[in-house]
Each structure stands twice: as C-alpha cells, then as structure tokens.
Nanobody
Framework: QVQLVESGGGLVPAGGSLSLSCVVS????????MAWYRQAPGRQRALVAT????????TYADSVKGRFTISRDNAKKTVTLQMNSLKPEDTARYYC????????WGQGTQVTVSS
C-alpha cells in the first residue's frame, strides 16, 4: 500500500518562497512519474507539475512556469516542489500523487499566500 505524506506548507507574504516535500512509501516509486496537485477552496484539484521517473522530464502548469520547480530523490523516495515568487492565487492545499492519481491521496499541506 503506497502512502503519501506531504509537508512544508505555511503562511507566507506575496513574493515569498516555500519548499514542499512529499515522502512516498512503496517499492514502485523509482519507476513512477510523480506530480504535484493543488486544490483551492471551492475549486477542483488541479495539476501543478509532473516529473518523470528519472527526473529528466518535467512539466508545469502555465500559471506556475518560471516560479515553481519540481524535483525528486529516488533514493529517499521524495518529491519536492520549490515555490518562488508566490502569489495570493497560489493559495491552496497541495498534494502529491502518481501522475495518474492511482494512489490514495495524502492529507496534503496548506499553502497560504497573503497579499
């Protein structure tokens, strides 16, 4: 059973930075394309970024390109989302998962950006 544990969220002013971390249990992490998602109040969960199993290929939502960076450490089974130049519209609960969302969702981590 794969478990996802996100951490690193918090309250930051606009323009600030946060680094989110997701620790993944299970044996298939090294061959899994992973992703970060976010869900703002009253809105559907949206894809933010993806990273291939080897970490060479990444994709980003247009709204975060140039500001967010996704990375992974397969030895530590960790996926990281570095978020810079944060905006109030980045406020949401952030989750990691397989790109196909095949794993049970973790509790997520709340990011709040004040204006």
């Amino acid at each position: 059973q794969v478990q996802l544990v996100e951490s690193g969220g918090g309250l930051v002013p606009a323009g600030g930075s946060l680094s989110l971390s997701c620790v993944v249990s299970g044996d298939l992490f090294g061959i899994s394309t992973m992703a970060w998602y976010r869900q703002a109040p009253g809105r559907q969960r949206a894809l933010v970024a993806t990273i291939s199993n080897g970490g060479r290929t990444t994709t980003y939502a247009d709204s975060v390109k140039g500001r967010f960076t996704i990375s992974r450490d397969n030895a530590k089974k960790t996926v990281t989302l570095q978020m810079n130049s944060l905006k109030p519209e980045d406020t949401a609960r952030y989750y990691c998962n397989h790109v196909t969302q095949r794993y049970a969702w973790g509790q997520g981590t709340q990011v709040t950006v004040s204006s």
